[in-house]
């Protein structure tokens, strides 16, 4: 079937708005990662999902940044007051369980002007 | 000690020769071991994974296990130019967030 789907693939926005990023997993896939990748760096782990909820959200940097994922499919990465630090590519992946390979998206690419 | 650790590169191979990859890891506990490949402005592709308990080769790709060193290898036989590309060490941590190397840079020279 179709494979993890991101959108927006691009996203610009000035300092202090607020963004939604958002995830379809593959079908089936009953958990859900985010990542944040900045250039020349590993992608770094945000929040896990397994089925609705966050099952780790040890990642995420402060308390401007939210998930969720309210049916168990689809999440959205939420990010308030957005600051120049936040750019970078943020990642989706999901696997069909817990411990089972992780299959990426295309990204998000955010840009804070 | 970062948790996992590739050298950056660039690593540059004829093509036609064996590729290869190394990653060391810091938890003696680790089970299982994973290898993107990122190409330029794309996103990680899962190529390959192996468990504590072997080697896997899959193609033209194999991946190797020391435990005893703490490393894991990825060895690319008749490389092509397509592989160039950066490849991606991922080790999970609390069994399910991947910790990620910086990436080795690999380039095949024609």
């Known amino acids: 079937g179709a494979g993890v789907s991101q959108t927006p693939s691009n996203k610009v926005t000035e300092k202090g708005k607020y963004v939604e990023l958002r995830c379809d997993p593959i079908?089936?896939?009953?958990?859900l990662y985010w990542y944040r990748q900045s250039l020349g760096q590993g992608p770094e782990f945000l929040i896990y999902f397994q089925g609705t909820g966050a099952a780790d959200d040890s990642g995420l940097p402060n308390d401007r940044f939210f998930a969720v994922r309210p049916e168990g499919s689809v999440s959205t990465l939420k990010i308030q007051r957005t600051e120049r630090g936040d750019s970078a590519v943020y990642l989706c992946a999901s696997s069909s369980d817990r411990g089972k390979p992780q299959h990426f998206g295309d990204g998000t690419r955010l840009s804070i002007l | 000690q970062k948790e996992v650790e590739q050298n950056s590169g660039p690593l540059s191979v004829p093509e036609g020769a064996i590729a290869s990859l190394n990653c060391t890891y810091s938890?003696?506990?680790?089970?299982?071991f994973f290898w993107y490949r990122q190409y330029s402005g794309k996103s990680p592709e899962l190529i390959m994974f192996i468990y504590s308990n072997g080697d896997k080769e899959d193609g033209r790709f194999t991946a190797q296990l020391n435990k005893a060193s703490q490393y894991v290898s990825l060895l690319i036989r008749d490389s092509q130019p397509s592989d160039s590309a950066t490849y991606l060490c991922?080790?999970?941590?609390?069994?399910?967030?991947?910790?990620f190397g910086t990436g080795t840079r690999l380039t095949i020279i024609p």
């Open positions: 938890d003696r506990g680790s089970q299982s």
């Open positions: 079908s089936g896939h009953t958990a």
């Open positions: 991922a080790v999970p941590r609390a069994g399910e967030k991947l910790t």
